[in-house]
């Protein structure tokens, strides 16, 4: 089955370099999460400070004093993890992304500008540029029956394998506040997901998913 990253990616701002392009399906990358940090730190000495034991931030990154770190962890420049936000280990984020008050991240791709601002949790989830979830959205990695998750695309079912997989989210996607996304959600870039609304399946790209029973084509303005 040809999986197209084009659906969800330009790259832009992917703090991964080629990898990517290395494996069949994106998920495959996360269990290569703290071997892609490694190699960032290794590779651009100087550029980042460490501020916990296997966390570095780049330059101007804000950290607050109440934000909590389990590495291994990397953020690019400029970014923002505000109070009580909560980084529980192998999260490689890229440039401007915002993890915002009691939001956790955990075994996660963060491209750049990704903001996460509002009580999130995001967990074994790639999340492309400029990504947005609202106040309350939740990406879900685990399911309720403890069976290894399941992708649907192109009307195909992908055993992945995983016991804890979230969701791809392509570039530009903006979810609603206090939507689930369900464990193996695909979503194309630029898609708008609404308010209140459980996610689950894949969601093709520059869509509007009103609700599970209504899905119309986005046309901007």
């Known amino acids: 089955m040809l999986w197209k990253n084009n659906a969800f990616f330009s790259l832009e701002g992917c703090p991964c370099g080629e990898g ?13 999460v703290a071997d892609l940090i490694h190699e960032r730190v290794q590779q651009n000495p100087g550029k980042y400070r460490q501020i916990a034991p296997g966390v570095w931030v780049g330059a101007r990154t804000q950290v607050a004093d109440t934000a909590r770190f389990y590495g291994p962890a990397i953020f690019g420049d400029d ?19 915002v993890l915002g008050n009691a939001s956790e991240v955990k075994q996660a791709i963060l491209f750049s500008k990704v903001q996460l601002p509002h009580f999130n949790y995001v967990g074994d989830s790639i999340l492309g540029y400029g990504a947005h979830l609202g106040a309350g959205a939740i990406v879900s990695n685990f399911k309720s029956t403890k069976e290894p ?10 055993e992945t394998g995983l016991r804890k997989f979230g969701a791809i989210l392509g ?29 689950r399946g894949s969601i093709p790209a520059r869509m509007i998913l009103k609700s599970n029973e209504e899905m119309v084509p986005y046309l901007p303005k």
């Open 79 to 97: 970014c923002e993890i505000r109070p009580n936000a909560f980084v529980r280990g192998h999260v490689l984020a890229g440039d401007g992304v």
């Open 149 to 158: 998750v399941k992708v649907l695309w192109n009307g195909e079912v992908i």
């Open 20 to 32: 990517l392009t290395q494996v069949q399906y994106p998920w495959e990358l996360l269990a290569r």
């Open 171 to 199: 570039d530009g996607v903006e979810v609603g506040c206090n939507a689930v996304l369900n464990p193996g959600t695909l979503i194309g870039m630029g898609t708008i997901i609404y308010p209140l609304t459980s996610v």
